[in-house]
């Protein structure tokens, strides 16, 4: 593909992650409007699974053909890219609230898959028992917040009526940021290369951003609806998915042999410094202002200035 075309297929693949972002949103806001479920666990779930998928596929894609550097820095650039820049971005165009649940539960929870992973990494490869147990907490978690949801929903009159179609927006959206996240990568992947960028910065770098369009959009369009706590609960539960999700099935299917450097454990350290520093920031006043946004931001774009010049 020449850079004409890979320019091409990026703009191509933004527009559709934008269209599909949209009807996402609105297809699982209706969900939770007309089951009584709170906005944040459909963007745990639902919106955050779904906008995760294109990880999914090119880190299963990435550890078949044998490039494990990229599958891994895929997954660690994409949970960076998600606080610093997904999160700011979204605070930065409307403070986000933040529920006591994301403080008591699932903050903690992404902490704990937070030091697995690395704990999990640190001797260089990620086997099928470690991938293992990721999947089983992932799946565990998903469990116990479908139940813990639906016992505290004590709403059974909720009518099927405009249901289909919600559900209809939910996959119509799904497939479209997926066909989006595909045009983007590849599109951004080829211009990356003409480049002269290595296998683990192209990975942290351009492919876990452009993978982390479709949560960037889906956050932005729930902002924007005034759907706050979804965005946040889609940030959370696109970096839980990440990790135990993803990196689990891909260990699961073929294990990942990483080589750590001194900068890949300040990639890492990044990462684990993202994720420990918005615990006080969620907890200060219980939202997450603007120049908390701007803060992350920021801090996001020294880290890239870092990683490409060094």
Known sequence: MNPWLASLSLGGGLVCLVLGANWLVAGGASIAFRLGISATVVGLTVISYG????????SITSAINGSSELAFG???????????????FTALMNPIGVEKSLLRRDHPFLLLATALMIVFAANGTIGRIEGGV?????LSYTIFLIFHHREESDDESAKAT???????????GIGVLLL?????VKGATVLATTWGMSERVVGITVVSVGTSLPELAASLAASVRGKS??????????NLFNILFVLGAVSLIHPLHISF???????????????LFLWPVMKSQHRIVRLEGAFFILSYAGYLTWLVLR
């Open 74 to 88: 895929n997954v660690l650039g994409s949970n960076i890219a998600n606080i610093g820049l997904i999160l700011g």
């Open 229 to 238: 706590d979804m965005a946040l609960g889609n940030i959370i539960g696109s």
């Open 162 to 172: 405009g249901m289909a179609k919600s559900w209809g927006l939910i996959g119509l």
């Open 180 to 184: 989006g996240g595909h045009l983007a």
């Open 134 to 138: 990721l999947l089983a907490l992932g």
């Open 261 to 275: 450097n001194t900068a890949s454990y300040i990639d890492v350290g990044v990462m684990g410094a993202f994720v």
């Open 51 to 58: 906008t995760s998928l294109p990880e999914f596929t090119v």
